[in-house]
């Protein structure tokens, strides 16, 4: 049902429906582990929703685009990047849900540092647009 809704609003061009759309998927999928559905499937919603919100924000970066921009070049930049990240983040899920690793609290909190700062990196450089 909301994949329709998002669909319905891609079609109506509203800009600001592919945020609450991922949003909702999200809280959907959080819903369906915690009433034990299974997860990876949970997952790879949560993924599929998270390509579709990037690819619909770029699609909407392509239609603001000058005319003597190479949207080829463009397009074929951004999927390529999209699917080298998909891969790894694909693997970084399964590897997620299928290991069970025991750590401290003290590592998790390292870990969660370490991730908060890489992505703090990530938005600077693509902000950057690099």
Do not use: C, Y
């Amino acid at each position: 049902m909301i994949g329709l809704l998002w669909l319905a609003s891609q079609w109506r061009d509203w800009n600001w429906t592919a945020s609450l759309g991922f949003f909702a998927f999200t809280i959907a999928a959080g819903i369906g582990v915690w009433i034990r559905l299974n997860p990876i499937m949970m997952a790879f919603s949560v993924f599929a929703s998270l390509l579709a919100w990037d690819l619909d924000d770029f699609s909407h970066r392509l239609r603001e685009a000058a005319p003597e921009d190479d949207l080829g070049t463009l397009k074929k930049k951004h999927l390529l990047r999209l699917a080298s990240l998909g891969i790894i983040g694909l693997a970084l899920m399964l590897a997620a849900l299928v290991m069970h690793l025991q750590i401290s609290f003290e590592w998790v909190f390292l870990l969660t540092l370490a991730v908060i700062v890489g992505m703090m990196q990530l938005v600077n450089r693509l902000r950057r647009g690099g």
